[in-house]
C-alpha cells in the first residue's frame, strides 16, 4: 500500500476534495462563510493538487495509474476501476481546475443575492467533480457516470434561476437531447463490451484493433454523438446557447469552458485511444467536417444574435469547432494548436461570460439593442472584456491569435502534404471564420460598452471586487498563454498532443509498464510569430508616439467638467439636433454583410426553430449520419 | 430468445426516440426518454446473459475455471443505469411541472421562447 | 461593371487642367453681371421710388435739414441685396448703376454699405438760382399771344401753355426736382432751368394738360385743341376686327381703350420689343425684336395687351364702355353713402376715406403714376380711374389710414 | 518653430462646413461650384468637412430660420476652435428678401459674431473663394493668438 | 546586460523604430503619398489639385485644433485608440523587409504574413474602438460599415497571402514559405513573383485590395463623409483626429510596400551588385545601396498608389457596402481563388 500522501493519490483527492466540499455544503452551508470557505477550499485544493502533477507528468512524461482499491490487472483483465493520469487528462484536468477555481472566486459575489445558494454550491461543485472525474477516469463506465453527473448538475445549474427567461425551457431541451447523448455513450460502452468484455479504457484501446468490425464501428459512431452532445457540436449547439443564456454566469463558463472540453476529451480519447488503429482518413475528414461546420455555422448564427450570453454561446461553439478541426488534421502541431486553442478558448471564453454576468448584475439585462455606453460606469470590466474579446478574435498578441496561428498554420501545412483541397478551404473558414469573429465581438463592444448611455442604466456602478478579480485572473491568463506561446507549447500543448499521438504508453502504464518517453522534437510552425518581440517593439512605438504626442500637448482637451448641464459644444453631433438615445440596435449592426447573406440568415433563423422535437430530430439524423459514414468509408 | 431481446431493445430505442421526435406533449417526451432507456438497459442486460449460466453469485472458494455465469458486471451496469434513468425521469417531470406553471402549456411547439 | 471615365482619367492626367485659377489670375465677371452697387448722389432725385420698389428693403436714407436744404443720404446695404435691379430700372435718372464688380467680402458690415449724399433744394426758399432762370421763364409767358403756336421745347423741359393753366400748382407739387414754381394768385409759372430734370410729371400731372413735353403736339392758343384726336384714332382699332382680337403670331397687340401707358409692359419685356412714351400715349411694338413671349400680356395691369388669338366678344362691350361710363359711374357711388362703413373696391383700387383723409397729398406724391390728385386747400381727393395701376401705394404710404385698397 | 509651423498650416488647410439655414440651394450649388475643377477650392487646401468637428471655417447659407436658428448655433458651437463663421450670400447677412418674415429668426449676426460676409445673391464662386481666402487670414490670427 | 555592445543595438534598434522603416519614416513618406493621392486624383478630374504637402498641412492643422471631448464618450478609449493604431502600423512597416534590407536580420523573424494579416486589423480596430467610445450613432453606422468592409477585404487577402505562400514553397520545394523574408529572398534570387503566370491575378486582387484595406474611395462607404458626416471619426477633433489622417496615410504606404514585399520584390534587389559593380566598397556602399533601395520602394509605392489608389478613385463613385460586400466576395474573390488554384497545381 502506498503512502496515502504520496502523489499517485492526488487524482482521485482532486475529485474526491470537490465531491466532498458538496456534501459538506449541504450540511453546513446555511453559513454564508462556511459555504463560500468550504467551496474555495475544495476548488483550490483540487486546483492545487493538479498543479502538483505538472512537473511529473508534463514535464518526465509519466504515466500515474491508480486502480481504485489497488485492485489491479488480474488475469489479463482490468477488473478494478482505474484513474490514468496522462498528459492529456492532466492538460484538461487543469484546465477545468482553473475554469473552477476562477468561476468559483466570481460567484461569491455574483450569487450573493440569489435564493438557495448551498444548493448552488453543492451543483457547483458536483459539476466540477464530475467533469474532473470524467476527464482523469481511465475506465469507459466511469466516464459515462461522470456524464450523466455534470449533465445532471449542469441541468439542473442551468435551470437555477428558474424565473429568468427561458432557464426552464433551456434546461429542458438540454436534459432531453443531453439525455440521448447520454443514452448514446452507454449504449456505444455497453456495445465495445460486448466485443471485448471490459470497460477499462487502456485494455480496451489495446483490444479494439483486433476487434474491429460493424458492431464497433457502430459503437463509434454512438461514442461519437454521445460527445459532440457534451461538446455541442453542430448540430446540437442550440442548446448550448439556450443554456448558457440562461444559466448564471458563473455556470456559463463552466458549460462554455468545462463541459465542451469533456466533450471534446471524450472525442479525443475515443478517435486517438480507442479506435487509434482504424484507418484514420475518414476519421480524419469527419472530425474536421464537423469542425469546421461548427466553426462556421456557430459564427454567423453569433452575429445574428441580440443577447449578449446567446452571442457567447454560439461563439463558444464556433471556437469549439477550431478545437476539433485542429485536432482531426492529426499532426502533431495540429493537435498541440487545437488543445493550446482549448485551453485559450477556457480561459478568454471564461473572461468573456464573466464580464457578461458582470453586465447582467448591474443593469438586469444582456439584451444587446437596450444596453450602451457602459465604459463609463464599468471602466474595468469594460477593460477586460476588450481583453477576452481580443482574444477571442485572434487579434495579436492575446492568446487566441497564438493558438488559432497555429491553428491556421497546421491546416495549410497539412494541405500542402496531403494536397488536398479540402484542408485548404478549412484553412481559409478558419481564416474568415477568425474575421467574422472580430465583428460580433466588435459589434458587442459598440452594443454593450460603448456607444450611448441609455438613461435608465445611468446609475450603473462598477461591480464588487471579488468579480473583477475573478475576471483580472483571467485576463492575465490571457495576455500570459498569449505572449509565452513556446512555453504553453513545451509545458502542457505540447506533452498533452505527444500523449495523443502515443496511445501506447498509456496502455502500457496501464498494465504497470514504464515505456520511454520519445523525445519527439515539438512541434514546428512554418511562419514565424514571437509575440513577445512584437509587444516590445509596439510598447517602444507606443510609448514613443505617446511621448511625442504628450509633448506636442496632445491631453490638453476641453471637456465637460462639470458634467450638469451639457452645453451644447460637448454633446453629440446630430447635424444641429438636440442629442437624443439613438444607437443602432446590435443584430442590425451589420446589415451590409447580412443582406448579401439574408436568404442563409434567414434559413438559419427557420432552422432553430426552438422545439425541442427538431433538435431531437437533428441528433436522430446525425446520429444516423454517423453510422451510415462509419459503416460506408470504413 | 436472444435474437428477440435484442430485437426489442432496438425496437424500445426507436420506439423512444420516435416518442420524443414526433410528440408535441412534454410529459410525452419524458416518457419517450425513459422507453429509450428501458431499450438500453435491455441491451444491456442482453449482452451480459450466457444461456445456461448460472447467477454470478460465488464465494472466492467456490470460483473456479469451470463455473459458467451470466456476466455479472452488465448487470452492475444495468442497476446503475436504471437509477439515472429514474433520475433523469424525475429531474425531467420536476421541469415539466415547472414549465407548465411558467408557460401555461405543455405543448413543445409553444415552449419556443428561445429560438433564432 | 462599367468604368465609362477610364479613357477620360488617363488623357486629362496629361492635359492642361481645366481651372480658372482665380486668386492667382483675376477673373472678371460677365457681361451684364451685376455686381456692386454704385450710386451716383448728383444724379439723385429722391423720388423714393427705388426704395419702394426694392424687395430686401436694401435701400434706406437719412435724411438733415441743413440751412442749405435737405440733406439726404441714401444707403444700399449689399448684404442684403438680390441684384435684381429693379431699382436701377426704376431710376429714371440712371442714379444707381450696377457694376461687374462681384467683390463684395467684408469682415465687418459697414463694408458692404454704399451710401451717396446729397442736398436736396428746397423748391422755395433759393432766390439764387431761381433769379438767372426767371428771365427765361418770364420771357416766355411773355411771348405767347392769342393764335401763336406753342410748340414743345426741344430740350425735353416743359412748356406752360397759359391758356390752359389755370395756376393750380399741381406741377409744382408733383416736381421731383423742385424746378417749377407756380403762384396761384400772381398767376405766374416759372420754371427753374437749372434744376428741370426734364423728367415729364408735371405735364403728366396737370390736370388741365397745360404743359407740353417733348413729342406733345403743338398747341395753338385761342383755337380749340384736338387732345381727343389721337384717341379717336384708337377707337375703331378694335372695331376692324370684330370677331377675335389678338395675332396669329401671338405677338402682343394693344388694347387703346384700355391702356394706361404705364410703360410697365415696356420694362418687363425681356427682349426690349416695347416702346411705351406715357406722354405721348404711344405704345410701339419693334416686331424683330418681340418673341411673343407674353411677358407684357401677364403684367399688364389693365389686361390691355392681348397675346394671340383671343375671342373678343366678352371683352369687347368692357373695352367700349370704360372710357364714357365707368369712372364717373362708381365715383358717386363711394360718396352716396358716406355713413355707411367704407368697403374697398373691388377693383384694385383705392377709395378714400373722406372722414380721416387730411389732405396732406402724400398719397399723391407717392403714387408712381400720378393718378391721384389731392388738393389741400380744396379739400378735394380725386383718382384718375384710367391712370390707377392698382399698385396700392397710396394706402400704405397714408399716415392716417385714410386710403382703402 | 512648431507654432509657427502649426500657423502656416492652419491658413493652408483649412477645412469647410456648410450649414444650410433655410437656404434656396442658390448659394449651396455655388459653394459645390467653388470645389469643382473650374475653381477647384482644394488648390487652397480646402475641403468639404462632413462633420462640425473637422472643421475650421464654418460656412452658413439662407435667412436662418427659426427653425434652424437652434439647430445652427449647436452645430457652431460644435467647431473646434479656432474657428471662423463665413455667411454666404446677402440671406445670413440680413434676411435678404425674406426679412421681417415671421419664419426668419433674423440676421445670424444678431447670434454669433461673424467673420466674413460674402454678399450677393449668389455670389460668384469667385467671390466665394475670395470671401474663403479672407476667413483663412482671420483663421490663421486666431491661431496665433491661441496659447 | 548593459556592455556596450548591447547599447549600440538598443540604440540600433531604436533608430529602426523611430527613424527608417519606422515612425518618421512612415510619417514622410505616408502623407507624401498621400498627397501625392491627392493630387493625382485632381489631375485626373482635370483640376489642379492640392499641394503635394497639402497632408502635411492638415496634420500640423488638426495638431493646432482643439480636441473636444464629447460628454458622452469614454475619454480614455477616445484618446488612447488612435495612437495605439498608429503604433500598431508603424511596427508593421519594421516587419515588412526593403528588399535585402530587413530589421531583423540578425534575429529571429516576429511576424509571418499571417501575423501581418492579423496585425492589420489592429488599426482598424481601434479606430472602430475609437468611434464607438464615442458614443454618436455615426459612428456606430460607420463601425458597421467599417467592420463589414474589413470582412469583405479579409477573404481575398487571406487567398492572396496562400497563394503567394504556397506559390514561393512550390518553387522551393518545401510546402510553404509564409516568412515575408523568405519570400523575398526567393524573388531577389528568382525574379520578381509577378512575373509567374499564377500571381498575375493574385496581384490583381491584391491591387484592388489595397483600397478598400486602406478606405479609400470608392470603398470608403464607412467613412462616408456626405451622408453619415464621416461615419466613425464624425466625433473626432483636433490632434487625434490628425493622428487618425496620418494612420490611414501610413495604412497606404504599407499596403503598398507590402504589394511590393509580395509581388515585386526582385526590382530593387540587383542594387548591391550595381554598387559594387562601380567599384564601391564599405561602408559608404552598403549606405549607397540602401537608400537607392529604399528610393526605389517609395517609387514603386508612388506607382501603386496612383493606380490603385488614385485612378480607381478618380473613375469611380462610392460603392454602397452592401455592393462592396458583393463586389470584394465575387470579383476579387475570384480573382485570388484563380491565383490560388493556379499556384496549387504548381503553375
Given at each position: ?13 482532486a ?7 458538496a ?34 507528468v ?17 488475469g ?85 434561476r ?12 438540454y ?56 461538446a455541442?457540436?453542430?448540430p446540437f ?38 479506435f487509434?488503429?482504424?484507418?484514420l ?17 456557430c ?14 454561446a454560439?461563439?463558444?461553439i ?16 495540429g493537435?498541440?494548436?487545437?488543445l493550446?486553442?482549448?485551453?485559450n ?38 477593460v ?35 494536397g ?6 478549412v ?11 472580430l ?26 471586487f471579488?468579480?473583477?478579480?475573478a ?18 507549447t513545451?509545458l502542457?500543448s ?12 498509456y ?18 510552425a ?29 491631453d ?51 432552422l432553430h ?5 427538431d ?20 | 430468445?436472444?435474437?428477440?431481446n435484442y ?21 410525452k ?14 441491451l ?19 470460483l ?10 452488465p ?19 420536476a ?12 405543448d413543445?411547439?409553444?415552449v419556443?421562447?428561445?429560438?433564432g | ?27 472678371e ?5 451685376r ?12 423720388c ?19 440751412p ?10 449689399l ?39 446729397f442736398l ?62 407756380v ?29 407740353l413735353?417733348?413729342?406733345?403736339e ?22 376692324a ?35 411705351v ?27 390691355a ?13 368692357k ?6 361710363a ?9 360718396e ?12 384694385g ?12 397729398t ?24 384710367d ?16 386710403i382703402?385698397? | ?6 500657423e502656416?498650416?492652419t ?6 462646413f ?10 449651396d450649388?455655388e459653394?459645390v ?99 474663403l ?10 491661431r496665433?493668438?491661441?496659447? | ?18 527613424i ?22 485632381a ?21 493646432g ?6 460628454a ?17 502600423l ?12 530587413r ?6 523573424e516576429?511576424?509571418?504574413i499571417?501575423?501581418i ?12 474602438l ?21 470582412l469583405?477585404?479579409e477573404?481575398?487577402l ?34 520578381s513573383?509577378i ?10 486582387a491584391m491591387?484592388l ?34 493622428i487618425?489622417?496620418?494612420?490611414h ?5 504599407t ?11 526582385g ?14 566598397t ?32 478618380a ?21 485570388a ?6 499556384a496549387?497545381?504548381?503553375?
Amino acid at each position: 500500500m502506498m503512502n496515502v500522501l504520496s502523489y499517485q493519490h492526488f487524482p482521485i483527492y482532486a475529485i474526491m476534495v470537490l465531491f466532498l466540499g458538496a456534501f459538506l455544503i449541504v450540511l453546513f452551508g446555511k453559513n454564508k462563510i462556511a459555504r463560500s470557505c468550504l467551496a474555495l477550499l475544495s476548488v483550490t485544493g483540487s486546483l492545487a493538487l493538479l498543479v502538483s502533477l505538472v512537473p511529473r507528468v508534463m514535464l518526465n512524461g509519466e504515466i500515474i495509474t491508480y486502480w481504485m482499491g489497488n485492485r489491479a490487472y488480474a488475469g489479463g483483465y482490468a477488473i478494478g476501476i482505474a484513474l490514468e493520469v496522462d498528459a492529456l487528462s492532466l492538460f484538461f484536468a487543469l484546465l477545468i481546475a482553473v475554469a473552477v477555481f476562477v468561476s468559483c472566486v466570481y460567484s461569491i459575489r455574483y450569487m450573493e443575492h440569489d435564493d438557495n445558494i448551498p444548493q448552488y454550491y453543492t451543483l457547483f461543485l458536483m459539476l466540477a467533480g464530475g467533469v474532473l472525474g470524467l476527464v482523469l477516469s481511465g475506465d469507459l463506465f466511469n466516464m459515462f457516470i461522470m456524464v450523466e453527473i455534470l449533465t445532471f448538475a449542469a441541468v439542473a445549474l442551468t435551470a437555477f434561476r428558474n424565473t429568468a427567461r427561458g432557464a426552464l425551457e433551456a434546461a429542458f431541451k438540454y436534459l432531453v437531447v443531453g439525455s440521448i447523448g447520454s443514452t448514446c455513450i452507454l449504449a456505444g460502452t455497453i456495445m465495445l463490451y460486448a466485443q471485448v468484455h471490459t470497460l477499462n479504457f487502456a485494455q480496451l484501446s489495446a483490444l479494439i484493433p483486433g476487434h474491429l468490425n460493424g458492431s464497433t464501428r457502430v459503437a463509434f459512431a454512438l461514442l461519437f454523438v454521445g460527445f459532440s452532445t457534451k461538446a455541442f457540436l453542430v448540430p446540437f449547439h442550440p442548446l448550448a446557447a439556450d443554456a448558457h443564456g440562461a444559466a448564471p454566469a458563473s455556470i456559463s463558463v463552466l458549460i462554455s469552458g468545462v463541459l465542451t472540453k469533456s466533450g471534446i476529451y471524450g472525442i479525443i480519447r475515443l478517435v486517438y485511444f480507442l479506435f487509434q488503429s482504424m484507418g484514420l482518413r475518414p476519421i480524419q475528414f469527419m472530425l474536421v467536417f464537423v469542425g469546421s461546420v461548427s466553426m462556421f455555422v456557430c459564427v454567423t448564427m453569433a452575429l445574428a444574435q441580440h443577447d449578449f450570453k446567446r452571442l457567447l454561446a454560439f461563439h463558444s461553439i464556433s471556437q469549439i469547432g477550431y478545437v476539433l478541426t485542429a485536432v482531426g488534421l492529426s499532426t502533431a502541431l495540429g493537435i498541440s494548436a487545437g488543445l493550446y486553442h482549448a485551453m485559450n478558448h477556457t480561459i478568454f471564453k471564461g473572461l468573456l461570460f464573466l464580464a457578461a454576468g458582470a453586465v447582467l448584475h448591474e443593469t438586469g439585462t444582456t439584451d444587446l439593442d437596450r444596453l450602451g455606453g457602459l465604459s463609463k460606469r464599468m471602466p474595468h470590466t469594460t477593460v477586460l472584456f476588450l481583453i477576452g474579446a481580443a482574444s477571442i478574435s485572434g487579434i495579436p498578441p492575446f492568446n487566441g491569435f497564438a493558438s488559432k496561428w497555429l491553428i491556421y498554420q497546421a491546416a495549410y501545412l497539412r494541405a500542402v502534404e496531403t494536397g488536398n483541397i479540402g484542408y485548404l478551404l478549412v484553412t481559409i473558414i478558419a481564416l474568415v471564420t477568425s474575421t467574422l469573429t472580430l465583428a460580433s465581438f466588435v459589434k458587442v463592444s459598440q452594443s454593450v460598452f460603448f456607444g450611448r448611455l441609455p438613461e435608465e442604466f445611468k446609475d450603473v456602478k462598477e461591480v464588487p471586487f471579488g468579480m473583477r478579480f475573478a475576471m483580472s485572473l483571467f485576463a492575465i491568463l490571457c495576455v500570459l498563454t498569449g505572449l509565452l506561446p513556446d512555453l504553453v507549447t513545451k509545458l502542457l500543448s505540447g506533452p498533452a498532443a505527444q500523449a495523443v499521438l502515443n496511445p501506447i504508453r498509456y496502455i502500457a502504464a496501464a498494465r504497470g509498464i514504464e515505456m520511454p518517453v520519445e523525445n519527439a522534437a515539438l512541434p514546428q510552425a512554418a511562419g514565424a510569430w514571437s509575440p513577445i518581440n512584437w509587444l516590445l517593439l509596439l510598447g517602444i512605438a507606443l510609448f514613443a508616439i505617446t511621448l511625442v504626442a504628450l509633448l506636442g500637448k496632445y491631453d490638453q482637451v476641453s471637456e465637460n467638467a462639470s458634467g450638469e448641464k451639457l452645453p451644447a459644444k460637448y454633446d453629440l453631433f446630430f447635424s444641429g439636433e438636440k442629442s437624443v438615445y439613438s444607437q443602432v440596435g446590435g443584430g442590425d449592426l451589420f446589415w451590409g454583410f447580412k443582406h448579401n447573406w439574408r436568404h442563409y440568415f434567414s434559413f438559419m433563423h427557420d432552422l432553430h426553430s426552438g422545439v425541442v422535437n427538431d433538435y431531437a430530430l437533428w441528433a436522430v439524423v446525425a446520429l444516423a449520419l454517423a453510422i451510415a459514414f462509419l459503416q460506408i468509408v470504413l | 430468445m436472444i435474437l428477440m431481446n435484442y430485437i426489442a431493445a432496438f425496437f424500445l430505442i426507436v420506439l423512444g426516440l420516435y416518442t420524443i421526435v414526433t410528440k408535441y406533449n412534454l410529459v410525452k417526451t419524458v416518457i419517450g426518454l425513459s422507453i429509450m432507456d428501458y431499450g438500453v438497459n435491455l441491451l444491456i442486460v442482453t449482452i451480459g446473459f450466457n444461456p445456461g449460466g448460472t447467477a454470478p453469485i460465488f464465494t472466492f472458494s467456490e470460483l473456479n475455471p469451470s463455473s459458467f455465469f451470466v456476466d455479472p458486471i452488465p448487470q452492475a451496469l444495468t442497476l446503475t443505469s436504471i437509477v439515472i434513468g429514474a433520475c433523469v425521469t424525475a429531474m425531467s417531470l420536476a421541469l415539466v411541472m415547472k414549465i407548465y406553471e411558467q408557460y401555461g402549456t405543455m405543448d413543445t411547439r409553444e415552449v419556443r421562447r428561445l429560438r433564432g | 461593371m462599367d468604368f465609362p471615365f477610364v479613357k477620360e482619367a488617363i488623357s486629362s492626367l496629361f492635359k492642361k487642367s481645366s481651372c480658372d485659377m482665380y486668386p492667382v489670375r483675376p477673373s472678371e465677371a460677365a457681361p451684364n453681371y451685376r455686381g456692386r452697387i454704385v450710386f451716383h448722389p448728383d444724379k439723385c432725385i429722391n423720388c423714393m421710388m427705388c426704395e419702394r420698389v426694392c424687395s430686401g428693403s436694401a435701400i434706406t436714407h437719412t435724411s438733415e435739414q441743413t440751412p442749405e436744404g435737405e440733406l439726404v443720404t441714401r444707403t444700399f446695404y449689399l448684404g442684403s441685396c438680390t441684384f435684381c435691379a429693379t431699382c436701377m430700372d426704376f431710376c429714371t435718372h440712371g442714379a444707381i448703376e450696377f457694376t461687374r464688380d462681384y467683390h463684395m467680402i467684408a469682415t465687418k458690415e459697414e463694408d458692404l454699405m454704399v451710401s451717396g449724399t446729397f442736398l436736396k433744394k428746397p423748391p422755395v426758399k433759393k432766390p439764387k438760382p431761381a433769379a438767372p432762370a426767371a428771365p427765361k421763364a418770364e420771357a416766355k409767358p411773355a411771348a405767347p399771344a392769342a393764335g401763336t403756336v406753342i410748340k414743345p421745347r426741344d430740350d425735353g423741359k416743359p412748356v406752360q401753355v397759359p391758356s390752359k393753366c389755370v395756376y393750380c400748382t399741381i406741377c409744382a407739387k408733383k416736381c421731383p426736382a423742385g424746378a417749377l414754381e407756380v403762384d396761384r394768385a400772381a398767376k405766374t409759372w416759372t420754371l427753374n432751368e437749372d434744376e428741370c430734370v426734364g423728367c415729364g410729371t408735371c405735364a403728366e400731372a396737370c390736370p388741365k394738360k397745360a404743359i407740353l413735353m417733348p413729342g406733345d403736339e403743338p398747341v395753338t392758343v385761342g383755337a380749340p385743341a384736338a387732345p381727343a384726336a389721337p384717341k379717336a384714332e384708337a377707337k375703331p382699332a378694335p372695331a376692324a376686327v370684330p370677331a377675335t382680337i389678338g395675332r396669329e403670331d401671338g405677338k402682343p397687340v394693344q388694347d387703346p381703350d384700355k391702356c394706361v401707358y404705364c410703360t410697365i409692359c415696356a420694362k418687363k419685356c425681356p427682349a426690349g420689343a416695347l416702346e411705351v412714351d406715357r406722354a405721348a400715349k404711344t405704345w410701339k411694338l419693334d416686331e424683330d425684336s418681340c418673341v411673343a413671349c407674353g411677358t407684357c400680356e401677364s403684367v399688364c395691369p389693365k389686361k390691355a395687351i392681348v397675346c394671340g388669338v383671343q375671342d373678343a366678344p366678352a371683352e369687347a362691350p368692357k373695352a367700349e364702355e370704360k372710357p364714357a361710363a365707368p369712372a364717373p359711374a362708381e365715383a358717386p357711388k363711394a360718396e352716396d353713402k358716406p355713413a355707411a362703413p367704407l368697403k374697398p373696391r373691388d377693383d384694385g383700387r383705392p377709395l378714400q376715406d373722406p372722414s380721416k383723409c387730411v389732405y396732406c397729398t402724400i398719397c399723391a406724391k407717392k403714387c408712381p403714376v400720378g393718378a391721384l390728385e389731392v388738393d389741400r386747400a380744396a379739400k378735394t381727393w380725386k383718382l384718375d380711374e384710367d391712370l390707377c395701376i392698382g399698385c396700392g401705394t397710396c394706402a400704405a404710404s397714408c399716415p392716417k389710414q385714410a386710403i382703402l385698397y | 518653430m512648431f507654432k509657427k509651423l502649426i500657423e502656416e498650416s492652419t491658413g493652408k488647410s483649412p477645412w469647410l462646413f456648410h450649414i444650410n439655414a433655410g437656404s434656396c440651394n442658390g448659394c449651396d450649388i455655388e459653394l459645390v461650384s467653388v470645389l469643382t475643377p473650374r475653381y477647384d477650392a482644394e488648390r487652397l487646401g480646402f475641403k468639404l468637412a462632413g462633420t462640425p468637428r473637422h472643421a475650421d471655417i464654418v460656412v452658413v447659407t439662407g435667412p436662418v430660420t427659426q427653425q434652424s436658428l437652434n439647430r445652427v448655433l449647436r452645430t457652431i458651437e460644435q467647431v473646434p476652435e479656432p474657428r471662423c463663421i463665413v455667411t454666404m450670400g446677402s440671406c445670413p447677412q440680413s434676411g435678404n428678401v425674406f426679412r421681417g418674415s415671421y419664419a426668419i429668426a433674423g440676421p445670424l449676426s444678431k447670434y454669433v459674431h461673424v467673420d466674413v460676409d460674402v454678399a450677393g445673391c449668389t455670389p460668384k464662386p469667385e467671390a466665394v473663394i475670395d470671401g474663403l481666402v479672407k476667413a483663412t487670414e482671420i483663421l490663421r490670427e486666431k491661431r496665433r493668438a491661441m496659447k | 546586460m548593459f556592455s556596450l555592445a548591447f547599447l549600440q543595438t538598443a540604440l540600433l534598434y531604436l533608430g529602426y523604430i523611430l527613424i527608417f522603416p519606422g515612425f518618421l519614416f512612415c510619417f514622410v513618406i505616408g502623407l507624401l503619398l498621400c498627397g501625392i493621392d491627392r493630387k493625382a486624383v485632381a489631375r485626373m478630374q482635370k483640376r489642379v489639385g492640392p499641394p503635394i504637402l497639402q497632408p502635411f498641412y492638415d496634420f500640423f492643422k488638426l495638431c493646432g485644433k482643439e480636441t473636444i471631448v464629447p460628454a458622452a464618450a469614454n475619454r480614455t478609449t477616445f484618446m488612447l485608440a488612435p495612437l495605439v493604431g498608429l503604433a500598431a502600423l508603424v511596427v508593421i512597416q519594421l516587419f515588412i523587409p526593403v528588399f535585402n534590407f530587413r530589421v531583423f536580420r540578425n534575429l529571429p523573424e516576429v511576424a509571418d504574413i499571417i501575423v501581418i494579416l492579423y496585425l492589420l486589423l489592429i488599426p482598424a480596430v481601434s479606430v472602430m474602438l475609437g468611434g464607438a467610445a464615442t458614443g454618436s450613432p455615426y459612428a456606430g453606422v460607420g463601425l458597421s460599415r467599417e467592420m463589414v468592409t474589413v470582412l469583405a477585404v479579409e477573404l481575398p487577402l487571406v487567398l492572396v497571402l496562400l497563394s503567394v505562400a504556397k506559390t514561393v514553397g512550390n518553387a522551393l520545394g518545401n510546402g510553404l514559405v509564409f516568412s515575408l523574408s523568405g519570400i523575398v529572398d526567393f524573388q531577389a534570387a528568382h525574379g520578381s513573383l509577378i512575373g509567374r503566370v499564377s500571381m498575375i491575378p493574385a496581384a490583381l486582387a491584391m491591387l484592388l485590395i489595397i483600397p478598400g484595406e486602406t478606405g479609400n474611395h470608392p470603398f470608403d462607404a464607412a467613412e462616408a463623409e456626405t451622408e453619415i458626416c464621416e461615419g466613425l471619426l464624425a466625433e473626432y477633433s483636433g490632434a487625434p483626429l490628425g493622428i487618425y489622417k496620418l494612420s490611414h496615410a501610413v495604412k497606404m504606404l504599407t499596403l503598398t510596400s507590402l504589394f511590393v514585399a509580395l509581388f515585386l520584390g526582385g526590382i530593387g534587389t540587383g542594387v548591391e551588385h550595381l554598387v559594387a559593380a562601380i567599384g564601391l566598397t564599405g561602408g559608404f556602399a552598403a549606405a549607397l545601396s540602401l537608400i537607392l533601395q529604399v528610393l526605389i520602394l517609395v517609387l514603386l509605392c508612388i506607382v501603386l498608389t496612383l493606380v490603385t489608389i488614385s485612378f480607381v478613385h478618380a473613375v469611380t463613385a462610392r460603392l454602397k457596402i452592401e455592393q462592396l460586400f458583393k463586389y470584394y466576395w465575387t470579383v476579387v474573390t475570384g480573382l485570388a481563388l484563380i491565383s490560388l488554384v493556379l499556384a496549387w497545381y504548381g503553375y
